[in-house]
T-cell receptor, first 116, second 113 residues
Framework: AQSVTQLGSHVSVSEGALVLLRCNYS??????LFWYVQYPNQGLQLLLK??????LVKGINGFEAEFKKSETSFHLTKPSAHMSDAAEYFC??????????????FGKGTLLTVNP | KAGVTQTPRYLIKTRGQQVTLSCSPI?????VSWYQQTPGQGLQFLFE???????NKGNFPGRFSGRQFSNSRSEMNVSTLELGDSALYLC????????????FGEGSRLTVL
């Protein structure tokens, strides 16, 4: 079964600084990879997804992620943090669970704090 | 278009009771998945329904069950509630299931006393 590791349960950055949220997965087969964001008292919202078309994936709100097969990583970055980026971020991997069915496994999440 | 709607948003139950949570997916979405979110365990997959059939199941005890109706609306039921069942229960709908984008509702927050 897939496992997803997000390094750092809490990341704090200053407004305008680089945001780097780390995600590593366990798989010998290139999977489907996702980043979701959860704002307080809300459900999750898709930021971006990797489906093998391109290793650098651009998402909403200025976020992007790079798929590195050799490192089994899919780190999320944003060049300049904004106060509105404060939220919890989840990395997720989709794996085949039988036949043509897939199951999504989430990492434990990283809470991003943006300081003024 | 309307998003995923979950009801109720908040509820309080006592140990031993049962609870039913409802999820109305986005129109046209046939896949509905349920997740349990807790501070300690994060997001854990409960089950997925597609066209009224359960096609994926997580590692939860049989007290957790679900179903999907012909209009794609889904319900999940937890019987004989335990304190550890206190959590945010999230429903997500999609066209393709777990290889595509999931659209999440705001969740039902269950507190078990």
């Amino acid at each position: 079964a897939q496992s997803v590791t997000q390094l750092g349960s809490h990341v704090s950055v200053s407004e305008g600084a680089l945001v780097l949220l780390r995600c590593n997965y366990s798989s010998s087969v290139p999977p489907y990879l996702f980043w979701y964001v959860q704002y307080p008292n809300q459900g999750l919202q898709l930021l971006l997804k990797y489906t093998s078309a391109a290793t650098l994936v651009k998402g909403i709100n200025g976020f992007e992620a790079e798929f590195k097969k050799s490192e089994t990583s899919f780190h999320l970055t944003k060049p300049s943090a904004h106060m509105s980026d404060a939220a919890e971020y989840f990395c997720a991997v989709s794996e085949r669970s039988g036949g043509s069915n897939y199951k999504l496994t989430f990492g434990k999440g990283t809470l991003l704090t943006v300081n003024p | 278009k309307a998003g995923v709607t979950q009801t109720p948003r908040y509820l309080i139950k006592t140990r031993g009771q049962q609870v039913t949570l409802s999820c109305s997916p986005i129109s046209g979405h046939r896949s509905v998945s349920w997740y349990q979110q807790t501070p300690g365990q994060g997001l854990q997959f409960l089950f997925e329904y597609f066209s009224e059939t359960q096609r994926n199941k997580g590692n939860f005890p049989g007290r957790f069950s679900g179903r999907q109706f012909s209009n794609s609306r889904s319900e999940m039921n937890v019987s004989t509630l335990e304190l550890g069942d206190s959590a945010l229960y999230l429903c997500a709908s999609s066209k393709q299931g777990a290889i595509g984008e999931l659209f999440f509702g705001e969740g039902s927050r269950l507190t078990v006393l």
